[in-house]
């Protein structure tokens, strides 16, 4: 257990409403990552963040933003959400000893945008 | 273009039979990740593998990162249901400080 936690868990909003997915650890680690996920796509990154306040898009980013105030939270926002953001969205760490890539996964927030 | 092309994207087959899953790619990797996904959870590694030609083997479950670092394979001998799930691989690239992942390959092992 890696100690994340993502809120809520499933939320259904209608387009162009703002919507604020929350990722929370408890283990201190500086990288942070917001993926979506869609059959046919495996894990899309859409932000990243490499400490507080220090933020970079991933390959998905037009329609999001993120942001990163304290170590322990990831905030993912989509500023007016539309029908092509319905997505499971997972928030991953990576702790930085041992110098590998490993990602640990958040459980996911189930999104439904009408 | 996909970076890393898994295969197949599906396979189903029944209780003990042995099957192998692939990454490709014409991109080197510093490193790659396999991870497993059940339904409504997120991914969880099952390796890494970082050296050229470098073989694990966890259980049942062997992975082998190719020689030039461009692909991987996963291999599982005597299949259960309990195999059954999405398997993903991630590759990432030296200097790059972010996965890349696969489309991923359902697994089904039918009792």
């Known amino acids: 257990d890696a100690g994340i936690t993502q809120s809520p868990r499933h939320k259904v909003t209608e387009t162009g409403t703002p919507v604020t997915l929350r990722c929370h650890q408890t283990e201190n680690h500086r990288y942070m990552y917001w993926y979506r996920q869609d059959p046919g796509h495996g894990l899309r990154l859409i932000h990243y963040s490499y400490g507080v306040k220090d933020t970079d898009k991933g390959e998905v980013s037009d329609g999001y933003s993120v942001s990163r105030s304290k170590t322990e939270d990831f905030l993912l926002t989509l500023e007016s959400a539309t029908s092509s953001q319905t997505s499971v969205y997972f928030c991953?760490?990576?702790?930085?000893?041992?110098?590998?890539?490993?990602?640990?996964f958040g459980p996911g927030t189930r999104l439904l945008v009408l | 273009t996909q970076l890393l092309e898994q295969s197949p994207q599906f396979l189903s087959i029944q209780e003990g039979e042995n099957l192998t899953v692939y990454c490709n790619s014409s991109s080197v990797f510093s490193s790659l990740q396999w991870y497993r996904q059940e339904p409504g959870e997120g991914p969880v590694l099952l390796v890494t593998?970082?050296?050229?030609?470098e073989v694990k083997k966890l259980k049942r479950l062997t992975f082998q990162f190719g020689d030039a670092r461009k692909d991987s394979s996963l291999h599982i001998t005597a299949a259960q249901p309990g195999d059954t799930g999405l398997y993903l691989c991630a590759g990432v690239r030296a200097n790059a400080g972010k996965s890349t992942f696969g489309d991923g390959t359902t697994l089904t092992v039918k009792p």
């Open positions: 593998v970082v050296t050229g030609g």
């Open positions: 991953a760490i990576r702790p930085t000893s041992g110098g590998q890539e490993t990602q640990y």
